[in-house]
């Protein structure tokens, strides 16, 4: 079955970097589009990032020239580097991806952002 563990998150200064690693298995990883998603308390969740299987890329308008999405096909891994961190990207940070109609996600991780 699909499965999606993410890895990475946890407490930084507002400033500082993180990056957040989704290894994914149960599906054929290269030819699938995977995304990052995060929720913030009280909020909906919202899309981060998108890398499609060509690597064409797209961002939220609140990460563009700070966070990269990237992945390694030979790792079934998709990866989220986070720069310039500020505290309102404090939140649980969720793999996804969507195979045969159904969408499916990661149990998610943690990122604080300390002001």
């Known amino acids: 079955q699909v499965q999606l563990v993410e890895s990475g998150g946890g407490l930084v200064q507002a400033g500082g970097s993180l990056r957040l690693s989704c290894l994914a298995s149960?599906?054929?990883?290269?030819?699938?589009?995977m995304g990052w998603y995060r929720q913030a308390p009280g909020k909906q969740r919202e899309l981060v990032a998108r890398?499609?299987?060509?690597?064409?890329?797209n961002y939220a308008d609140s990460v563009k020239g700070r966070f990269t999405i990237s992945r390694d096909n030979a790792k079934n891994t998709v990866y989220l580097q986070m720069n310039s961190l500020k505290s309102e990207d404090t939140a649980v940070y969720y793999c996804?991806?969507?195979?045969?109609?159904?969408?499916?996600w990661g149990q998610g991780t943690q990122v604080t952002v300390s002001s």
């Open positions: 890398i499609t299987s060509s690597g064409s890329t």
């Open positions: 149960g599906f054929i990883f290269s030819i699938n589009t």
């Open positions: 996804n991806t969507a195979r045969g109609g159904y969408t499916y």
